[in-house]
């Protein structure tokens, strides 16, 4: 049997980061949760390092350390989406404040000296949210990039463009200069853009297999979903609301449910039009060197199984 991947999930929950952390969870066999870190992104960093105790207790997994990181991006202003995720950031079905401590150790240095402590190469880093705690760790210990194992994260768009501004995603616009640090470290990256994660969208049947399960946890996710969906639904006519974040664990546990390809992504830091837009050579029409395997398809169905099946573990 192959060991489960070490991972650290970074994340700025949000609904669809809530579903990615459940889904983790229920997948010892696959994935060990050394951690989670949390960022601002969706909401201020109080609500993210909250939300993501909410969505550990929620697992029955007070054991899991949570992390707060960053509260603001390398260089600019925060821009939070309160208006994708309501104004805790997980809005939705009623939830109670965690009990569950917040680890006192800074999230950064977390990821630093779990990285240094481990044999080189094993631990696998899994951001959901803005790039600022990754790029920080890479600033402050630089010696820890030839340790990471791999990057899988959730972030950019080529053939979507943008969602958060006409040319760009939310998890790299929040945070353009601490994507860049990161896609340029050479660490191997996987990426999960909106050309992806806009196919995973969360039906009517979808969700109604969710809280089919009957459970605690399965009645929460599919009031998560109801109301996370109502943002893309009005904008892009959607069925129901694409499942982002869910998608980085997805890739580890289920690798041959996804597509890409191996290119240039390079990420736009000057122009005030494009900020943040990853600019993709899905073509290969540059000479530019590949740094990341861009997501493009994904068996959707296939996904959905899998997340309904782990999510009746918990
Ligand atoms: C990303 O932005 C956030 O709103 C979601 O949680 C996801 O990580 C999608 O653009
Ligand atoms: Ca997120």
């Known amino acids: 049997m192959t060991q489960p991947r070490r991972i650290i999930i970074d994340t700025d929950p949000g609904q669809d980061d809530a579903f990615a952390i459940l889904l983790a969870l229920a997948s010892p066999e696959e994935v060990e949760v050394l951690g989670v870190v949390a960022v601002a992104g969706n909401v201020p960093l109080p609500l993210t390092q909250r939300n993501a105790r909410i969505v550990c207790e929620l697992a029955g997994r007070r054991d899991i350390p949570v992390f707060a990181g960053c509260d603001a991006p390398l260089k600019r202003k925060l ?5 994708v995720h309501g104004v805790t950031g997980l809005d939705g079905p009623p939830m109670v404040e965690p009990t569950m401590a ?6 950064v240095d977390f990821i630093i000296d779990t990285i240094r402590r481990a044999p080189e190469k094993t631990i696998t880093l899994c951001p959901l949210g803005p790039l600022t705690n990754i790029a920080q760790a890479f600033l402050q210990a630089p010696d820890i990039i ?7 994260l959730m972030g950019g768009a080529y053939f979507e463009v943008g969602n958060i501004t006409p040319a760009a995603e939310f998890n790299i616009y929040v945070d353009p200069e601490a994507a860049e640090i990161v896609l340029k470290s050479g660490v191997p990256a996987v990426m999960m853009p909106l050309d992806v994660t806009h196919k995973v969208i969360a039906t009517r049947a979808r969700v109604e297999a969710i ?10 996710a599919a009031e998560w979903a109801d109301f996370f969906e ?6 892009y006519g959607s069925d129901g609301g694409p499942l982002h974040d869910p998608t ?13 390809r191996f290119i240039n992504v390079e ?10 837009m990853t600019v993709a050579d899905w073509w290969g029409v540059s000479n530019r060197a590949p740094n990341a395997m861009f997501i493009g398809d994904v068996h959707a169905q296939g996904f959905f199984d899998l997340l309904t099946q782990r999510l009746g573990r918990l």
């Open 248 to 260: 980085v664990i997805a890739y580890l546990i289920a690798p041959h449910l996804f597509t890409g």
């Open 102 to 107: 917040l680890q006192g150790q800074h999230g």
């Open 146 to 152: 030839a340790r990471v194992q791999e990057i899988v």
């Open 211 to 220: 809280r089919a399960l009957g459970t605690n946890v399965g009645r929460v």
């Open 267 to 276: 990420i736009e830091t000057q122009s005030e039009l494009t900020l943040g």
């Open 230 to 235: 109502r943002f893309d639904v009005a904008k």
């Open 79 to 83: 821009v939070t989406a309160e208006h």
